[in-house]
Antibody, heavy 121, light 107 residues
Framework: EVQLVESGGGLVQPGRSLRLSCATS????????IHWVRQNPGKGLEWVAG????????EYGDSVKGRFTISRDSANNTLHLQMNNLRVEDTAFYYC??????????????WGPGTRVTVSS | AIQMTQSPSSLSASVGDTVTISCRAS??????LGWYQQRPGRTPNLLIY???YLEEGVPSRFSGSGSGTDFTLTISGLQSEDSATYYC?????????FGPGTRVDIK
């Protein structure tokens, strides 16, 4: 059974940093692209960042480019999202999402339960 | 970025009804569109990819159609567990963009 479990969310002040992690199991982690998608409570969905199977292709949404860094640790089947210079508008649930393919296809076939990030002074 | 719109924004239907949800892209995206279901308090779930391919394990009452800029999700024989918000997602052009969602309520 494919499982993705996020951690690292919490309350943080604007301008500070936070690091999210996603522990995965039930599939061969190194064979698939993987992403972060976020959802402001009560609002819609926004793709944040994605990384392909071999780290060669990494993409970011315009709203986080230059502030967030996605990385993967294939030895531990874990995905990370380093979030720097956080803004109030970054407040959201952050989902770790598996891609259907090895290269980035943006077809998201498995989602984690999410971790909540609140940016507030 | 490609803008995605959905209509209607919400609807109410009875069990057994056939429901259609529309999604429109601001530019031609070929068939690179997916549909996702999000039940209240739950995470999104992939229903359809490449406009018309049913994801494994998804009931056959769900179907997708369309290409270019206009797409449709059809639920044939609505069930109570289909009460959810449905999102389309274009994966043709960076960045991938979601539609605003269509909420489906059961009468």
């Amino acid at each position: 059974e494919v499982q993705l479990v996020e951690s690292g969310g919490g309350l943080v002040q604007p301008g500070r940093s936070l690091r999210l992690s996603c522990a995965t199991s039930g599939f061969t982690f190194r064979d698939y692209a993987i992403h972060w998608v976020r959802q402001n409570p009560g609002k819609g969905l926004e793709w944040v960042a994605g990384i392909n199977w071999n780290d060669v292709r990494i993409e970011y949404g315009d709203s986080v480019k230059g502030r967030f860094t996605i990385s993967r640790d294939s030895a531990n089947n874990t995905l990370h999202l380093q979030m720097n210079n956080l803004r109030v508008e970054d407040t959201a649930f952050y989902y770790c999402v598996k891609d259907k393919g090895a290269t980035i296809s943006h077809v998201f076939d498995y989602w984690g339960p999410g971790t909540r990030v609140t940016v507030s002074s | 970025a490609i803008q995605m719109t959905q209509s209607p924004s919400s609807l109410s239907a009875s069990v057994g009804d056939t429901v259609t949800i529309s999604c429109r892209a601001s530019h031609d995206i070929g068939n690179e569109l997916g549909w996702y279901q999000q039940r209240p308090g739950r995470t999104p779930n992939l229903l359809i990819y490449a406009a018309s391919y049913l994801e494994e394990g998804v009931p056959s009452r769900f179907s997708g159609s369309g290409s270019g800029t206009d797409f449709t999700l059809t639920i044939s024989g609505l069930q109570s567990e289909d009460s959810a918000t449905y999102y389309c997602l274009q994966d043709s052009t960076y960045p991938p963009t979601f539609g605003p969602g269509t909420r489906v309520d059961i009468k």
